[in-house]
Nanobody, 121 residues
Framework: VQLQASGGGLVQAGGSLRLSCAASGGTFGMYALGWFRQAPGKEREFVAAISWSRQTYAADSVKGRFTISRDNAKNTLYLQMNGLKPEDTAVYYC????????????????WGQGTQVTVSS
């Protein structure tokens, strides 16, 4: 499956953004999907994941602020980000894998190109 992330941008602290990840070339509903992010000088980190059955998982740092969802009819993954903080600034990547959802990026087979999110204080 091929993934294309979009929706990033510049937002003030406390603001909101919704990221989208459009998929093509695979049976979207079969995949577990995840969002990861990487800030400059830091390692990639898990943000949130959603299973094929729509069970969701989120990193402690974003729980209560970020919501992951999927629309199988549109072959699209979303990440609604509210209450953004400067420390959320990073390039955000979507990823897909067969089987169970995972918080480990090494388990994902397909990756989107990334979209930049910048939160100003």
């Amino acid at each position: 499956v091929q993934l294309q992330a979009s929706g990033g941008g510049l937002v003030q602290a406390g603001g909101s953004l919704r990221l989208s990840c459009a998929a093509s070339g695979g049976t979207f509903g079969m995949y577990a999907l995840g969002w990861f992010r990487q800030a400059p000088g830091k390692e990639r980190e898990f943000v949130a994941a959603i299973s094929w059955s729509r069970q969701t998982y989120a990193a402690d740092s974003v729980k209560g602020r970020f919501t992951i969802s999927r629309d199988n009819a549109k072959n699209t993954l979303y990440l609604q980000m509210n209450g953004l903080k400067p420390e959320d600034t990073a390039v955000y990547y979507c990823a897909a894998k067969l089987g169970a959802a995972s918080s480990s990026g090494s388990n994902y087979q397909s990756w989107g190109q990334g979209t930049q999110v910048t939160v100003s204080s």
